[in-house]
Nanobody, 123 residues
Framework: QVQLVESGGGLVQAGGSLRLSCAAS????????MGWFREASGKEREFVAA????????YYADSVKGRFAIFRDSAKNTVYLQMNSLKPEDTAVYRC????????????????WGQGTQVTVSS
């Protein structure tokens, strides 16, 4: 079993930055992948970013390219989402996810989910 715990959310003004963290425990992640998704009020969960646990190419939603960066620290079993130039439309609950399969941009491509952390961007 895998446990994922997010932290780092909060309230920020438009144009500001936040860094989200997702600490993983339980199974090792060699060869797996991690992702970030978000759920805005009244909207479906959507893909934000993903990275193979072994490193390499990263994947981003078009809406966050150039503003967000995903990276991981394998020694700490933690994946991060650095969010810059935040916009009010980035307001959502952000969840990290882990997959025992290959990296995916789809919700159903992930096997484990965290509880989420709220990010609110004021205009």
């Amino acid at each position: 079993q895998v446990q994922l715990v997010e932290s780092g959310g909060g309230l920020v003004q438009a144009g500001g930055s936040l860094r989200l963290s997702c600490a993983a425990s339980g199974r090792t992640f060699s060869g797996r992948a991690m992702g970030w998704f978000r759920e805005a009020s009244g909207k479906e969960r959507e893909f934000v970013a993903a990275v193979p646990w072994s490193g390499g190419r990263t994947y981003y939603a078009d809406s966050v390219k150039g503003r967000f960066a995903i990276f991981r620290d394998s020694a700490k079993n933690t994946v991060y989402l650095q969010m810059n130039s935040l916009k009010p439309e980035d307001t959502a609950v952000y969840r990290c996810a882990a997959t025992i399969k290959g990296v995916s941009t789809q919700v159903n491509g992930y096997d484990y989910w965290g509880q989420g952390t709220q990010v609110t961007v004021s205009s």
